[in-house]
């Protein structure tokens, strides 16, 4: 039996910087297709590249792990929220 060990509410291993740096914004909810009726502070935060968010389920493929998304720059673009959902 499988056990998801995904937290109650999305987690960083970061801490948000400033508005306008180079980073990536909100959070990943919305490329894994999650959406939320009431916006939360996170919609409004910018995290580093590097950051990884924890999200609220586990991934389908291994679900014994909680689905996480990574900021990253792919290529010459602007950084953005990568995950396998």
């Known amino acids: 039996m499988t056990s998801c060990p995904a937290p109650p509410e999305p987690t960083f291993s970061c801490e948000p910087i400033a508005s306008g740096s180079v980073g990536c914004a909100g959070s990943c909810r919305s490329g894994c297709a ?37 900021c990253m720059i792919i290529g010459s673009d602007a950084p953005e929220w990568l995950s396998g959902c």
């Open 34 to 70: 999650i959406s939320e009726d009431v916006p939360t502070p996170i919609d409004d935060a910018t995290f580093p590249v590097g950051c990884t968010e924890t999200l609220t389920f586990c991934t389908p493929y291994f679900p014994d792990e909680a689905e996480t998304c990574h």
